[in-house]
């Protein structure tokens, strides 16, 4: 299983960006899905998690409202809207993909990760 990333740029402070990650592979409407977010010099943190029919969704406390997880099964992909963006989302933004189905919230828990996509937002 291969997952690929893409979407990210430069964006000014209150813009908006929508990440994308193809999965491949059969088996992707079983998945549980999560974007993670590693700004630089810290640690990568979920940001954003589904489970595999999408009716289970978790959100961080600094991103609630603001980003939105959702997948289309048909193209085997899992998209992160990421709306009035801060200085602050600066991060590398990474998608992984969980086996198990159920809503995982634990980096080590995610079997297939993304190469990463940058975000920067300018102030």
């Known amino acids: 299983v291969q997952l690929q990333a893409s979407g990210g740029g430069l964006v000014q402070a209150g813009g908006s960006l929508t990440l994308s990650c193809v999965v491949s592979?059969?088996?992707?409407?079983?998945?549980?899905l999560g974007w993670f977010q590693q700004p630089p010099g810290k640690e990568r943190q979920l940001v954003a998690a589904?489970?595999?029919?999408?009716?289970?969704?978790w959100y961080a406390e600094s991103v609630k409202g603001r980003f939105t997880i959702s997948r289309d099964n048909a193209k085997n992909t899992v998209f992160l809207q990421l709306n009035d963006l801060k200085p602050e989302d600066t991060a590398v933004y990474y998608c992984?993909?969980?086996?198990?189905?159920?809503?995982?919230?634990?980096?080590?828990?995610?079997?297939?990760w993304g190469q990463g996509t940058q975000v920067t937002v300018s102030s």
């Open positions: 992984a993909a969980d086996t198990k189905g159920l809503l995982v919230l634990y980096g080590r828990a995610y079997d297939y």
């Open positions: 589904m489970n595999w029919n999408g009716d289970s969704t």
């Open positions: 592979g059969r088996a992707f409407s079983s998945y549980a």
